[in-house]
């Protein structure tokens, strides 16, 4: 970026400040340490999956190069980019829509056409870090629309708060439906969706004003979508969002078929959000999420290693792709 953008983007972001929070003290550290440990989760992902990979293939009497060689070939590539690029427009019109709605509900009224591009340009920033992307889009508002960015920040707080809970919806019942098939790790899963259950409950009452009513931390404008969250705000994002994740269980059993992995929706249905999950984590090629792939299907170490690696990478790539067909009119909104 030049310099008068550069400036621009400082300016917006110190707009999604909240004037009534202190400075951080440390933030330096606090981001070195984070560094750190994403590197370290980086280190051990990227160990067990060579760990694995080099003893699949040392088993088939294969070098490690000619054993992953041989997977990739026999992949059918041609239905899977076709699914994946289907999937893939699927997923940024069901995203445009549920970040649309969530504007609707606590900012101001904005068309969906209008939300498209500020949406697929901040793809192309997702591909270093989707939360830094969703800062993107508060900026972008700011600049087009002149909205605070803090009001923005604050919906986009809140998606990432309703995505998390979703997920676990989501794995949640797949766990009643194939709970008995899973790996021995999921039967944590009844305690974990309790207690996230318990803490969405006393969540929402703390920001309704019906706990610890004297408190005045929910009173922070950053925290401005969850003071005017209702019940019905909380559905109706489970319900547009739930597509999209529906959808994926389809295409994601499909393709691990293409890639001569035998899997059902159901068996999908609990592992997804799990993965989706992993794939959050900022780790380069999205070292978490193939991990957890090859865990969750140890005789396809191979198969499900590839998969992962080609399966979310394309995905990130290709939602950029769909950002640089915006590319002009956002540029056009934002400097001319």
Same mark, same amino acid.
């Given at each position: 970026?030049?310099?008068?953008?550069?400036?621009?983007?400082?300016?917006?972001?110190?707009?999604?400040?909240?004037?009534?929070?202190?400075?951080?003290?440390?933030?330096?550290?606090?981001?070195?340490?984070?560094?750190?440990?994403?590197?370290?989760?980086?280190?051990?992902?990227?160990?067990?999956?060579?760990?694995?990979?080099?003893?699949?293939?040392?088993?088939?009497?294969?070098?490690?190069?000619?054993?992953?060689?041989?997977?990739?070939?026999?992949?059918?590539?041609?239905?899977?980019?076709? *699914?994946?690029?289907?999937?893939?427009?699927?997923?940024?019109?069901?995203?445009? *829509?549920?970040?649309?709605?969530?504007?609707?509900?606590?900012?101001?009224?904005?068309?969906?056409?209008?939300? +498209?591009?500020?949406?697929?340009?901040?793809?192309?920033?997702?591909?270093?870090?989707?939360?830094?992307?969703?800062?993107?889009?508060?900026?972008?508002?700011?600049?087009?629309?002149?909205?605070?960015?803090?009001?923005?920040?604050?919906?986009?707080?809140?998606?990432?708060?309703?995505?998390?809970?979703?997920?676990?919806?989501?794995?949640?019942?797949?766990?009643?439906?194939?709970?008995?098939?899973?790996?021995?790790?999921?039967? +944590?899963?009844?305690?974990?969706?309790?207690?996230?259950?318990?803490?969405?409950?006393?969540?929402?009452?703390?920001?309704?004003?019906?706990?610890?009513?004297?408190?005045?931390?929910?009173?922070?404008?950053?925290?401005?979508?969850?003071?005017?969250?209702?019940?019905?705000?909380?559905?109706?994002?489970?319900?547009?969002?739930?597509?999209?994740?529906?959808?994926?269980?389809?295409?994601?059993?499909?393709?691990?078929?293409?890639?001569?992995?035998?899997?059902?929706?159901?068996?999908?249905?609990?592992?997804?959000?799990?993965?989706?999950?992993?794939?959050?984590?900022?780790?380069?090629?999205?070292?978490?999420?193939?991990?957890?792939?090859?865990?969750?299907?140890?005789?396809?170490?191979?198969?499900?290693?590839?998969?992962?690696?080609?399966?979310?990478?394309?995905?990130?790539?290709?939602?950029?792709?769909?950002?640089?067909?915006?590319?002009?009119?956002?540029?056009?909104? +934002?400097?001319?």
């Amino acid at each position: 970026m030049s310099d008068p953008q550069s400036t621009d983007t400082e300016q917006a972001t110190a707009s999604m400040a909240d004037p009534e929070e202190p400075v951080a003290g440390q933030p330096k550290k606090k981001g070195l340490a984070g560094r750190i440990v994403f590197l370290i989760i980086t280190a051990l992902c990227f160990a067990y999956l060579y760990y694995r990979l080099n003893g699949a293939a040392m088993r088939e009497g294969l070098g490690l190069v000619e054993y992953m060689s041989q997977v990739f070939a026999n992949v059918a590539w041609l239905p899977w980019l076709g *699914l994946m690029m289907a999937y893939s427009l699927f997923y940024f019109l069901i995203d445009t *829509l549920v970040v649309t709605k969530a504007l609707n509900w606590f900012i101001a009224p904005i068309k969906y056409k209008d939300i +498209l591009p500020i949406r697929a340009s901040a793809y192309i920033i997702s591909i270093f870090n989707e939360q830094i992307g969703k800062g993107a889009m508060a900026y972008y508002l700011n600049r087009r629309d002149k909205i605070p960015g803090w009001e923005v920040g604050s919906v986009m707080l809140f998606i990432m708060f309703c995505e998390i809970f979703y997920l676990l919806i989501w794995a949640s019942v797949g766990f009643i439906f194939a709970g008995a098939d899973l790996p021995d790790a999921f039967s +944590l899963l009844p305690a974990i969706s309790g207690g996230a259950a318990i803490f969405f409950i006393v969540w929402y009452l703390y920001f309704n004003g019906t706990l610890l009513t004297n408190n005045s931390f929910r009173e922070r404008r950053i925290l401005l979508a969850f003071r005017k969250a209702n019940i019905k705000h909380y559905v109706m994002f489970f319900l547009l969002r739930s597509p999209a994740l529906l959808a994926a269980i389809v295409v994601y059993t499909t393709a691990l078929n293409l890639f001569g992995v035998e899997a059902s929706f159901l068996t999908l249905l609990p592992y997804l959000p799990v993965i989706f999950f992993a794939a959050a984590v900022p780790t380069p090629m999205r070292a978490a999420a193939i991990t957890f792939w090859v865990i969750l299907f140890p005789e396809n170490e191979g198969q499900m290693a590839a998969f992962g690696f080609v399966q979310h990478n394309f995905f990130i790539l290709f939602n950029a792709v769909i950002g640089l067909v915006f590319w002009r009119r956002a540029q056009r909104e +934002l400097f001319e």
